[in-house]
C-alpha cells in the first residue's frame, strides 16, 4: 500500500490498478498542492491476489522536493473518521498553514513510517531519476551560466598552452558532456555539433561519460526503430537512420545496432513487398524509398536483395504477370448435356477413358448448378452457390473433374449470368423478394421496376401464373392458405408463394377473440398469443430502407415463427384456433363471399398474383425472352457478380474448371464490363491463392482487388493489330453465346476467346451450297408458294413488330415510359407523346438489322454501333414518312447519347440507363422474331435457317469467323448431323428438286403460303 501512495504522487491510477501481485481499488483520492509542496491523501483497498487476503486504508504523502517523500498508511475506520480527515487538511491548506497539515497528518498516522525505500525497486529507479533530473537541471543552470562567462578565458588558456583551473575544468566537463547527451538524442543528429563537442573535449582534455553517452545513443536508437515499425514509408526516416549510423560509426565508443537491424527485417518482411507493388503499380515514391531502403540495409550489414526470402516471396505483379500470360485453349471439345433422368456425372466418368481416346482435350458442360427441380437442361439456375444434386453433387462432380484432370483435360463450363429460374421454392433468393419486397436483402438482385407504369403494381411484383383470371381461380378454391411449422403460405398446385410475416397479423387476429373466450383473459398461452401480434405490428414494412431496422426485421420475424411453433405445439386450443382459421381463409367454393378474407391477405403481399396472359403488358421484372419462370438478375451489381460466381471462382482456383461458356451475352447490362470483371476475378482469386501459399501475409482483398484490376485493364488496353494473325490471349479461357448479324463481328474490346460456334456452323454449312443455282431455286420457291414469297428483310421487320406487340409488350411499354418520363423533365423533349415514343421504339427496333449495341457510355459509343443504329433510324424513317422526323432525331441522338449534354445530371444517369435497357431488350426481340418465328416461315433453303443464318442469301460465304469452339451442332440446332449436309445438295439438284416439289404440292392439302397471318 506504501508503494501505491508515493508512486501516486506521480502515476494517476485508474479506479482499479494491478500492481504486481495486488489489485486496488480507489475509493477516493485528494490532491493538494500549497506552493512547491505536494500532500496526496486517498482511501483504498487492497487484494493480494495470491492469499486473496485484503485490507480497506488511508493513505497520505507529503512530497517537498528532491528526495524528501514521507507516507503513512493506516486502517480504514469508517466514512466519519476520514471526512473529518480530509476536512480538515482542506482548512488547513486553504490558510496556507503547511505546518499544520503536516502536524495533522503526523498525528492522524502516529508518524510517518514510509519513504523512497518502501518502494518496489524499479519503481525506486524511477523515482529516482526523475528527482536526479529535476536537480541536475537546477545544477546544469549554475554551471552553465558559469561556463559561458568564462569560455572566453578558457580558448585563451588553451592558446596559451595553459592547462585550465581545477574549477573551469569541472565546469567544462559537466557542460560538455550535458551537451554530448543531448545531441546524441536529438533526431535528427546534427553532425557538426556533435563533432564540435567532441574537438573541444579533446582541445580541454576532458573525460568523456562514454556510458552515458552510449546509453544516449542507444536510446535514440531504439526510438527510431519503434518510428520505422510505426512509420515504414517516411524516407525522411531512412535517411535520418543513415545519418546517425554515419555519426555513431566515428564515435570514440562502441554502439549496437541489433535492435535497429531487428525493426529493419521486420519492415522488409512487412512493407518492402508493399513498396515493391507501389513501384510496379506506377506510384512515382516508391521506387525512391526502395533505393533508400536499400542504401539503409547496406549501413546495417543486411544485403536485403540477396536475402533468401526476399528471393523466393513474390509480389501481386509477379504473380499477376505469371497468371496474364498463361493460356489454355483446348483442343477438341466434346459438349456433355448433363440430365437427371439419363446423364449425370456419374456417368461422365465412365465415358472419360474413350473420350480421351478419341483426342478430346477438354468437356464443354452444360450448367451444373443446382437449378429448378426437375429441370432437364440445367439452365434454369437457382441456386449458384449449390451443384446440382440431381446430377450427383459435388462429390460426384468432383470424381468426374478428378478424372479428367488425370488424363491433363479440362472442363469448359456452361454458366448462365442473365437470369435464374423462379419456378419453385429452391431460388431462396426469389422466395426472399416475394416474401419482404422492395426491402428484401435480395431485392436489387433481380431486374424489378418497383415503380411500373401500372400505379396497383408498385412495390409489388406481378405473378403471371394463374391458368384463368385472378377471381375465377381464388372463388374456385384452387387458391389455398397453408400452415406450416410456424410459417404461413399460398399454394397454387406446384407455387408455393410465401405470406409476408407482418400479414400474419391478419390471420392470427381472425380467431383470437374466440381463443380468448376458450382460454380465458389472464391465460398465460393468450399472453403469449397477443404478444406475438404486438411484435408482428412493430415489424417494418416492405418499404423500409432503413438497414439497422431491415436488419431487425430479419431477425425478428425468424423470432416470431419459431414462437408461433412453440405456442402452436403446445396448445391443443391455439393449435385449433389456427388450424380452424386456415380453415376459414380458404373459403366455400359455394360462397364467393367466404373468400373475402384470403383475397385481403393476398392483396397485402408483396406480389400480384394474375392470369398468366397479363404477362405479355404488364410484367414487372426482366425475363429471359418471355419466359416468365426466368427472371432476369443484375450482374452488372458487384454484390450480384460475386453472390452468382463465388463458387464459379472456387472450381477454377481449385483447377477442377478450366475455362467458361457464357449464356445468352446480349442479355447483359453491359457485356464488355462483364467479360472484364471476369478475367480481373479469375486473376484475382488466382494470386489470391498463391500469395496464401507462398508469403506469409498478403494485402487485404481489397488492395488486391485494386491492383489486379489495374494490371487486367493495362492487358486489356494492349493494341491489336486486326488485320494481323495477332490474337490477344487471356488467362481465363470464356467464349461467348453470342449471335452475329450479317458481316457483323465481335467487339474488338471483349474479353473472350470467340464465340461457341454458331458463326462457324453456318460457314460450314455454305460450303455445301452451291451458289450458281440461286436465281433457280428462287424461282422454284415461288412456284411452289404460288409467288407469295414476302421479302426476307420485309418478313424479319413484320415478325419483330409482332413479337413486340404480344409477346414482349410489356417490355417495350416500360421502355417508353421511362423515355417519356425523362423527355418530360426536358423542355426540348417533353412534347413527344407516350403513344408517339412507344410507336417509334417498336420501328427502331424492328430496323435493326443486329440484336443489339454495346454503348455504355457517351465516351464508348463505337463506328459500329452508330452504323447500326443509324441503319435503324432511316429504316424507320423510310417506313413511317408521314411520322414527324423530329421524333426519330430524338431517339437517333439519345440512342447515340449526342443529346446527355441537354440533361441535367441526374437525368443523365436515368437516360444512360435507358439506353442500357433499350439494348438489353433489341436481343430478346430479334431472338424471338428471327429465330422463333421468321426461320419457321421463309423456308427456301432449310439449312440456312439455322441460329446466326442469313438464309435470305443463297450463297457460300465464309467470311471472318470469331469461333473459337467449332461444331457441326449445337443446343439450339434443329437437324442432325447425317441429315446437315443432305439439305443444301438441293440447291445443287434443283432440276430434281423442282419435279420433287411439283409433285408434293398437287399432292398436299391446304399448303399454307409463308407470310404473317
Known sequence: MAHYAVTSLFERYPPQADIYCFQVQSHDYQRFEPGLSRFVVGQAQVLSQITLEYADCIFAVLYFGDHNVNAGVKQYNGATDYADLIASIDLATNHGDVAEVIRLLDGYFDGFHYSVQSLFRDAQRTFLNLMLESTLDDDEALYRSLYERRAPLMYLL???????????????????NGDLRRKLGDIPLDYDQIKGLFERARMWNIDLDHAGHSYALQQTIQGLADQLRAQPDTIELLQSLRTLIDVAESLPFEVTFWKLQNAYYEVTNSYFLEMQERADDGDEDAPHWIEAFIELGDKLDIRITEMHTMSITPTVASISQEILAQERIPVATYRLQFNPACFTFHHAVDIVPYLHDLGISDCYASPIFKPRQGSMHGYDVCDHTQMNPALGGEPAFETFSAALRQRNMGIVMDIVPNHMGIGDTANLWWMDVLENGPSSDYATFFDIQWSPVKREL?????????????????????????????????????????????????ILSHPLDDLAARLGTEHEDLYEYQSILTALSYLPDRTETNPERLAERNREKEVIKRRITTLYHANPEVRGAIDKTVQDFNGQVSDPASFDLLDELINAQAYRLAFWRVAAEEINYRRFFDINDLAAIRTEDPKVFEATHEMTFRLLTEGKVTGLRIDHIDGLYDPSLYLQQLQERFVFHQVRQKMLLMRTSIPDDAVLTSRIANRVRTWLNQPVDMNTSQRLSWPLYVVVEKILGEDETLPQNWATNGTTGYDFLIAMNNIFVNSQNQQSFDHIYRQFTRGGVVPFHQMVNATKKMTMLVSMASEIYALAHQLERIAERNRRYRDFTLDTLTFAIREVIAGLSVYRTYIAGADTVTARDEQYIEAAIADARRRNPRTAEAIFTFLSDTLLLRNLADFGPEDRDMLLLWVHKFQQVSGPVMAKGLEDTAFYVFNRLVSLNEVGGHPHHLVARLRHCTS?????????????LPVQPTIPNAAKMYVHASTSFRRYRMNGKNISRPGIR
Open 158 to 176: 588553451n592558446n596559451l598552452h595553459t592547462p585550465l583551473p581545477r574549477t573551469l575544468h569541472a565546469t567544462a566537463e559537466f557542460i560538455i
Open 458 to 506: 408498385a412495390n409489388k411484383v406481378l405473378l403471371p401464373i394463374l391458368g384463368d383470371q385472378y377471381g375465377r381461380i381464388l372463388e374456385s378454391g384452387q387458391l389455398q392458405l397453408v400452415y406450416e411449422e410456424g410459417i404461413f403460405f399460398i399454394h397454387y398446385y406446384e407455387h408455393r408463394l410465401p405470406v409476408a410475416p407482418r400479414t400474419y397479423s391478419l
Open 964 to 976: 473459337i469452339i467449332t461444331r457441326t451442332s449445337n443446343r439450339g440446332h434443329s437437324p442432325c
